[in-house]
Structure formats: structure tokens, C-alpha cells
């Protein structure tokens, strides 16, 4: 069944907003928006870019070490380069409206979607790394046609696949505006539009009920719009629902006897729980909500953990120390089981289904060699999985922007 086009906060200006020059496309007016509360303001002052997922002095970091042959990165690089989503004959797939149902069926324009997405932030990463202009006009290319194209994404799965293709968009846009001067005004605005007009209503506000990865993967996209955007008020509310469900997906023993329920969800009780964590009724630190649904759409929660809380990091809001311990031992949890470790019968009935996927650099970079964290399963699973690729969702070469990189 086709689903009708969610509506938030931003609403009367997706609907409303006409958008002349680039100066208006990137920073909407605050009075069409819901200002948050003053306890809730975290935007910067001024936003950087590039700032999502990577920065300019993490690139430039890249870029260096692939230039002087070393490893990891140069085989990543390699690796990226020799994938078709590199490929410089690409040719774009954009279609007006989405229909995503669940597990993508129907799939009309999904694959295609998400797979351009993550062309465009392919191409991007190459043309920095490498100087040739031609992935950079490949990207501009891609984000271009799809621009002038998309209206709507509807069905079942539509916020899961805007916040999945809206994760990856932004990356390229950062990266390509503020390293390259070929993308027009009128480019980057029309972009700027697709991505407000779009992208946001449809995933700004949540999804409380559905499993966590859904929510968190919104907020991915969330934050990286408004970053591009410059908008303060979006930021805000992707950082604040960041907060309240993080608790909800992650487990420590200090939260009590159960973990805490999705805010506005109304499920509070042990029993409630229970059933939410997928019949799990023993809890450890490191958890997840969907440990014992499988480790795939485990690894996709996790990954949108540490992509958000890289991309405030970039932006001056460090919030790894709030979930430092939630991550670290989500992480170690299940890149222990990953890697072989008998799994307990109190685990998931003694069965787990594995498959973490490529979603454990960033984080791993960000606790262990930033700030001193030992990680001795993770990090074994992550130099086991080098260089990681992509899942072709929403992850993408995170070995070569993010293994070792100290900024």
C-alpha cells in the first residue's frame, strides 16, 4: 500500500518555501521552523565544512597517506576506485517518486536511489583524494539529475530509505561545494531544496516504535542535511533524539533491571521490553535492541551511532564521552560473537545470526586511537575485515576515510 508523504516540524516549509538564491537555500528562515528549547541548543555557532561523516583535515590526512603508498588507505583507495560506483560512465537512475516497501518490495527506484547516493560520495572522496576533476563533475552529475527529478519517497519502508540514501547525500555535497568550484549556484541550490523539500520531512521527526536502527539511520541523515543546509534547528533535533534513543538501543547495567524504552514510544514495561528486544529477557552491557533479531540490522544502528557522533564532533559538539561506554561495549560484544566466541544459551535462545557488516571503523578510530579505549575484539574484527567496503545502503570506504585518523 502506498503510504501518504509524512509531514513534521518542517512541514509548511517543505510545502512553502521557494528558494531564489543559494545564501536562502542554506540557511532557511528560524521563525518557519520549531525552535528547541534552550537546554536542547547544541548547533555551532558557524558550521564546518566539510563536516559530515569527514573534514577537511581528515581528508587531508587521507590523501596523504594514499599519495605515499601506505597502508591501509592505499589499498582502500584502491579497492574504492576499482568499484563500479566509481565508475566515471555511470549514468544516474532518478526517478519522481520512490516506492520503497518493506525489505524493498516493492523496489521502484530504491536500489537506484541508494546506489547513486552513494556514487555521488564515491566520486566525491575520489575526486579530493586524487585531483581529477572528473569525479568531482561525475558526482555533480549524479546529484544533479536526481535534484531536478525526486518528489517523494512512499510506501512502507520510505523513511528507512530516505534516511538511507539521505545519509549518503550530504557526504557527497559537503565534500564536493566546499572543495570544488564546478557545481553551480543554481546546482547546489536546487540540491539544497531536494534535500529540505524532500529529505526532511520525512525523517526529521523519528520513528519511535520501529526497531532502533530505523530511528538512528533518520538521524544520520538528519544531521548530515542540516549540516549542509546550515540548519540549527534540524541539527538540534537530530542531536536530541540522538540522546534519548542511544539508551534505548544500547544496554548498560547502570540503566537497571531493563533497558529504557524509545521515548514517545510507550513502551515502558518489562514485559513491553522484552518483546521490543526480540524476546531477549537477559540483559548485559553491550546489547542491542536487534542483538537477537540478526547482527546486519545490528551493524546498521551502530554505524549511524558513530556517524553522528563523528559528524558533531566535526561541527564542535563532542558527544562520544556520553556514549563512549555504551559503544565500546556494544562493539566488543558483538565483534566478539562475530569472530567465532561460543555463543551462551541465555544469548538469543544460544543462536545468533551473524553478518556486523563493514560498520566498525569510525567508531573503533574515534574510541580506541582518539581516546585510548582498548578494544581488543573489535579492533581484531576490524583489522580482520580491512579494508572495509561498502554495505551499499549507507556505509561506504570507511577504512580508507577513517582507519587511523587522528583528527
Not at 529540505?196 to 539511520?217: C, F, H, K, M, Q
Not at 551502530?302 to 563523528?310: D, G, Q, T
Not at 556520553?322 to 562475530?338: K, P, V
Request: net charge neutral; proline share 6%; charged share 15%.
Amino acid at each position: 500500500m502506498v503510504r501518504p508523504r509524512r509531514r513534521g516540524i518542517l512541514s509548511s516549509l517543505a510545502i512553502a518555501l521557494a528558494i531564489p538564491l543559494i545564501t536562502v537555500a542554506l540557511s532557511p528562515p528560524a521563525a518557519a521552523r520549531t525552535a528547541p528549547t534552550a537546554a536542547a541548543r547544541t548547533a555551532p555557532a558557524a558550521f564546518a565544512h566539510p563536516g559530515v561523516l569527514v573534514s577537511k583535515a581528515q581528508l587531508d590526512f587521507v590523501r596523504a597517506k594514499v599519495n605515499a603508498g601506505a597502508q591501509p588507505w592505499k589499498g582502500a583507495y584502491d579497492q574504492m576506485i576499482a568499484s563500479p560506483l566509481a565508475s566515471l560512465s555511470r549514468t544516474p537512475k532518478p526517478r519522481a517518486v520512490v516506492e520503497c516497501g518493506p525489505y524493498s518490495n516493492p523496489n521502484n527506484g530504491c536500489t537506484d536511489e541508494r546506489q547513486d547516493a552513494l556514487a555521488a560520495y564515491t566520486d566525491a572522496l575520489a575526486w579530493y583524494i586524487s585531483g581529477d576533476s572528473r569525479y568531482a563533475q561525475k558526482a555533480i552529475q549524479i546529484m544533479d539529475a536526481w535534484s531536478a527529478v525526486i518528489t517523494d519517497h512512499t510506501n512502507s519502508n520510505a523513511p528507512l530509505q530516505t534516511g538511507w540514501a539521505g545519509s549518503s547525500w550530504p557526504r557527497a555535497a559537503e565534500i564536493v561545494r566546499y572543495t570544488y568550484t564546478g557545481w553551480s549556484a543554481a546546482g547546489v541550490n536546487r540540491f539544497a531544496t531536494m534535500l529540505r523539500d524532500v529529505y526532511l520531512p520525512e525523517i526529521i521527526n523519528g520513528s519511535a516504535r520501529t526497531n532502533g536502527n530505523w530511528e538512528l539511520t533518520m538521524m544520520d541523515a538528519t544531521i548530515g542535511i542540516a549540516v549542509f543546509l546550515q540548519d540549527k534547528a534540524a541539527y538540534d533535533k537530530a542531536v536530541s533524539t540522538f540522546r534519548a534513543r542511544v539508551p534505548a538501543y544500547i544496554y548498560l547495567t547502570s540503566d537497571g533491571a531493563y533497558p529504557k524504552g524509545p521515548t514517545g514510544s510507550g513502551i515502558d514495561t518489562r514485559a513491553e521490553v522484552v518483546d521490543y528486544w526480540q524476546g531477549q529477557d537477559t540483559f548485559v552491557d553491550g546489547l542491542s535492541q536487534e542483538t537477537c533479531r540478526d547482527f546486519t540490522h545490528t551493524g546498521y544502528g551502530l554505524a549511524s551511532i558513530a556517524h553522528i557522533a563523528e559528524t558533531a564532533r566535526i561541527q564542535g559538539q563532542d558527544l562520544y564521552p556520553e556514549i563512549a561506554d555504551r559503544l565500546r561495549h556494544a562493539l566488543g560484544l558483538h565483534a566478539r560473537y562475530q569472530l567465532g566466541a561460543a555463543v551462551p544459551a541465555w544469548l538469543c535462545g544460544g543462536s545468533l545470526t551473524l553478518g556486523l557488516g563493514p560498520v566498525t571503523e569510525v567508531g573503533f578510530n574515534a574510541l580506541h586511537n582518539r581516546m585510548g579505549i582498548a578494544m581488543s575484539n573489535t579492533q581484531a574484527l576490524t583489522e580482520q575485515q580491512r579494508p572495509a567496503g561498502t554495505n551499499n545502503l549507507f556505509v561506504a570506504w570507511e577504512t580508507l576515510t577513517h582507519a587511523g585518523n587522528p583528527h
